[in-house]
């Protein structure tokens, strides 16, 4: 007994020095990759020549700290470091470079380009296969081409009458809480009603998919929830392949209410038209998205597509078409009547050249583009609330990028920021005003170079034309027959974290009644 004794207490001493030991071992290695990360970002990579912070060249410890930490704010740090190391191009990563010159941008984002996605960053979302994910070009150009017809400007100025009373049940909500006293969110409303509108496109007849309240649908709820896990899952992409690696059984029962009632709403819809193709001969311009997908699979498979890939992909429309249109709206709205020159000049505009009736029933389409007061209303809404304010990363292909005298490798993620082009000072003189009137000016085709609220070549955003009509008849409407009072909290001005779209810190809150003619508030 006392022999095993002597050999257990030999033992546990011998563990006892060991596990000092193996920790010493493993903070040796680290710091051995921690020196070896650092040397080579700042001596070996093929990057550094690149201005930048040498924290970057090491590590994404500024993106860290200023999108997750700080919610949301690391594109707001560009233009300082352009201007900071005096150059259009800087590094804020260990293989990423951002560009502040609208030369490269175009050459960047245009037609045909070799500027692929970077697939890492546009699935962090567990979103693999939808269009917007989509990297290969052959692939995202079959995609495209099967859904361009529901998104084509002919669609879009058809589905107008429907934008049209969709919005005019809208108003009779929020005038019906107007006489109640109570003031309304502009903000989660005018979102609502890009849900639906939406909806009718992915879905055909399908009734609204939310309710117009006075508390925030399940639906926004989870958009909004995804959205603020965005800085995270762009810097830690794993996380959404972890998730995905669990059985649908598991995790469809921790899906959010919204998510599981838009796959409910989904199912109901989809599964009537699953085995029933549309017929090659019909307009597709009319076709809803879901039966252009089921056509699209049985024409190259054979066979439907699963409901899950179907609910997925829709779902991705909802996410993309919520917050570009409706917050949008929301702070056109605010921008408009927080400037009674700019209100009453939009006013006599309409007045002269009604786009809508006062009966919400009729919507003259061929009006809405030529309004030189109205669209410059909506591009300076574009500029000052960039919807996607922040980097849209794309891959450096094979043979380079030369930016002033640095040349960037093939494989090298590289961005440009809607936020730095739209508050560039020497383009938009006082770039923190509201001044629609800058685009009436012979400036305006400059200026058109640095605004793409939509992005720009083969990869903008496909859903543009539907987004445009949506923001044109809903200003249009509201501010021919209608008198919008904001409400307090009034923001002093519109500022918005960057979750991929753009969040408001406040959102708008207003009354509204039926206009009386000749007043400007």
Same mark, same amino acid.
């Given at each position: 007994?006392?022999?095993?004794?002597?050999?257990?207490?030999?033992?546990?001493?011998?563990?006892?020095?060991?596990?000092?030991?193996?920790?010493?071992?493993?903070?040796?290695?680290?710091? !051995?990759?921690?020196?070896?990360?650092?040397?080579?970002?700042? &001596?070996?990579?093929?990057?550094?020549?690149?201005?930048?912070?040498?924290?970057?060249?090491?590590?994404?410890?500024?993106?860290?700290?200023?999108?997750?930490?700080?919610?949301?704010?690391?594109?707001?740090?560009?233009?300082? !470091?352009?201007?900071?190391?005096?150059?259009?191009?800087?590094?804020?990563?260990?293989?990423?470079?951002?560009?502040?010159?609208?030369?490269?941008?175009?050459?960047? &984002?245009?037609?045909?380009?070799?500027?692929?996605?970077?697939?890492?960053?546009?699935?962090?979302?567990?979103?693999?296969?939808?269009?917007?994910?989509?990297?290969?070009?052959?692939?995202?150009?079959?995609?495209?081409?099967?859904?361009?017809?529901?998104?084509?400007?002919?669609?879009?100025?058809?589905?107008?009458?429907?934008?049209?009373?969709?919005?005019?049940?809208?108003?009779?909500?929020?005038?019906?809480?107007?006489?109640?006293?109570?003031?309304?969110?502009?903000?989660?409303?005018?979102?609502?009603?890009?849900?639906?509108?939406?909806?009718?496109?992915?879905?055909?007849?399908?009734?609204?998919?939310?309710?117009?309240?006075?508390?925030?649908?399940?639906?926004?709820?989870?958009?909004?929830?995804?959205?603020?896990?965005?800085?995270?899952?762009?810097?830690?992409?794993?996380?959404?392949?972890?998730?995905?690696?669990?059985?649908?059984?598991?995790?469809?029962?921790?899906?959010?209410?919204?998510?599981?009632?838009?796959?409910?709403?989904?199912?109901?819809?989809?599964?009537?038209?699953?085995?029933?193709?549309?017929?090659?001969?019909?307009?597709?311009?009319?076709?809803?998205?879901?039966?252009? !997908?089921?056509?699209?699979?049985?024409?190259?498979?054979?066979?439907?597509?699963?409901?899950?890939?179907?609910?997925?992909?829709?779902?991705?429309?909802?996410?993309?078409?919520?917050?570009?249109?409706?917050?949008?709206?929301?702070?056109?709205?605010?921008?408009?009547?927080?400037?009674?020159?700019?209100?009453?000049?939009?006013?006599?505009? !309409?007045?002269?050249?009604?786009?809508?009736?006062?009966?919400?029933?009729?919507?003259?389409?061929?009006?809405?583009?030529?309004?030189?007061?109205?669209?410059?209303?909506?591009?300076?809404?574009?500029?000052?609330?960039?919807?996607?304010?922040?980097?849209?990363?794309?891959?450096?292909?094979?043979?380079?990028?030369?930016?002033?005298?640095?040349?960037?490798?093939?494989?090298?993620?590289?961005?440009?920021?809607?936020?730095?082009?739209? &508050?560039?000072?020497?383009?938009?003189?006082?770039?923190?005003?509201?001044?629609?009137?800058?685009?009436?000016?012979?400036?305006?085709?400059?200026?058109?170079?640095?605004?793409?609220?939509?992005?720009?070549?083969?990869?903008?955003?496909?859903?543009?034309?539907?987004?445009?009509?949506?923001?044109?008849?809903?200003?249009?409407?509201?501010?021919?027959?209608?008198?919008?009072?904001?409400?307090?909290?009034?923001?002093?001005?519109?500022?918005?974290?960057?979750?991929?779209?753009?969040?408001?810190?406040?959102?708008?809150?207003?009354?509204?009644?039926?206009?009386?003619?000749?007043?400007?508030?």
């Amino acid at each position: 007994m006392a022999g095993f004794n002597a050999v257990t207490k030999s033992l546990l001493q011998s563990d006892a020095t060991a596990i000092p030991r193996v920790v010493q071992i493993l903070a040796t290695l680290a710091l !051995l990759l921690f020196l070896f990360k650092l040397g080579y970002g700042l &001596f070996f990579s093929p990057l550094r020549h690149i201005p930048g912070s040498r924290l970057s060249a090491f590590c994404g410890w500024e993106e860290l700290y200023t999108n997750i930490i700080m919610n949301g704010q690391w594109c707001k740090t560009y233009p300082e !470091l352009h201007r900071k190391y005096d150059s259009s191009i800087v590094r804020v990563g260990p293989n990423h470079v951002h560009i502040n010159d609208i030369d490269i941008y175009e050459s960047i &984002f245009c037609m045909g380009t070799d500027f692929c996605k970077d697939q890492t960053f546009y699935t962090c979302a567990n979103n693999d296969g939808s269009i917007f994910s989509i990297a290969d070009r052959a692939k995202h150009r079959e995609r495209r081409k099967t859904l361009s017809p529901r998104f084509s400007k002919q669609a879009a100025e058809a589905g107008a009458p429907g934008v049209l009373r969709r919005l005019q049940q809208l108003i009779d909500y929020m005038e019906q809480q107007t006489r109640m006293n109570k003031a309304c969110d502009a903000t989660n409303l005018m979102r609502a009603l890009t849900i639906n509108v939406v909806g009718e496109v992915l879905f055909g007849d399908c009734g609204d998919l939310v309710e117009y309240g006075p508390t925030k649908p399940a639906l926004l709820d989870t958009v909004d929830n995804l959205s603020s896990l965005i800085p995270c899952l762009r810097f830690f992409p794993y996380l959404g392949v972890i998730g995905a690696m669990f059985p649908s059984s598991i995790s469809e029962r921790f899906e959010p209410a919204g998510v599981h009632n838009f796959k409910l709403k989904c199912k109901e819809h989809t599964l009537p038209r699953m085995d029933k193709p549309i017929s090659p001969a019909m307009d597709r311009s009319h076709a809803s998205l879901i039966e252009l !997908l089921i056509a699209h699979s049985h024409e190259t498979t054979g066979k439907a597509p699963t409901l899950q890939y179907l609910a997925e992909e829709t779902f991705t429309f909802i996410d993309a078409g919520v917050d570009t249109s409706g917050r949008t709206i929301a702070a056109a709205i605010y921008y408009i009547v927080r400037d009674p020159d700019v209100l009453q000049r939009l006013r006599s505009e !309409l007045d002269e050249s009604p786009i809508t009736d006062p009966d919400g029933n009729t919507v003259h389409v061929k009006l809405l583009s030529i309004l030189p007061y109205l669209n410059a209303v909506i591009k300076e809404t574009h500029r000052m609330w960039p919807a996607l304010p922040g980097p849209l990363p794309r891959i450096v292909p094979a043979q380079g990028l030369t930016v002033g005298k640095y040349h960037v490798p093939a494989g090298t993620v590289v961005s440009s920021s809607n936020f730095v082009h739209h &508050f560039n000072g020497t383009i938009f003189p006082q770039p923190h005003e509201f001044r629609p009137e800058r685009w009436l000016t012979c400036a305006s085709s400059e200026q058109d170079r640095y605004l793409n609220p939509y992005s720009r070549g083969s990869r903008a955003c496909i859903g543009i034309n539907l987004a445009q009509i949506q923001l044109q008849v809903t200003l249009g409407h509201l501010f021919a027959h209608y008198d919008i009072q904001l409400c307090e909290p009034i923001p002093e001005r519109l500022d918005w974290h960057d979750h991929f779209v753009a969040t408001p810190v406040a959102n708008v809150m207003i009354k509204i009644q039926p206009r009386q003619r000749g007043a400007t508030n």
